[in-house]
């Protein structure tokens, strides 16, 4: 998902838009130019982030509480491992891993 997010903000950082042929005249004197202000409106209102994220947060919502939080914790943070979350949550590994699984399956079938 993460990989989706960064792939559409990139299509949206690199879109220059409609190219004005406007050929002639002068600079318009009270314009001004913010292109990272721009670009993060850009990103923060597009359709297409913004409808997968509440598809997704929908989907977490109908999981067990504690199903919720350990794919949360997984997935928080790149140096946790599913040995401590399954430690943290007093499961067993495989039984951190299944759900995982389980996560992934339907969200395949959101997305």
């Not at 850009?42 to 919502?61: M, V």
């Not at 140096?79 to 949550?89: D, E, L, P, S, Y």
Request: glycine share 4%.
């Amino acid at each position: 998902m993460d990989l989706k997010i960064e792939q559409r903000e990139y299509e949206i950082s690199n879109d220059r838009g409609p190219s004005d042929e406007n050929i002639g005249g002068g600079k318009p004197l009270n314009k001004h130019n913010r292109p990272v202000e721009n670009m993060r409106i850009r990103i923060d209102e597009d359709s297409c982030l913004n409808k997968q994220k509440e598809d997704i947060e929908r989907w977490i919502a109908t999981f067990e509480p504690v199903k919720q939080k350990v794919v949360k914790d997984y997935y928080a943070s790149k140096t946790v491992t599913w040995t401590k979350v399954a430690q943290q949550f007093h499961i067993a590994e495989s039984t951190a891993k299944s759900w995982r699984v389980e996560v992934k399956h339907i969200l395949g079938s959101v997305l």
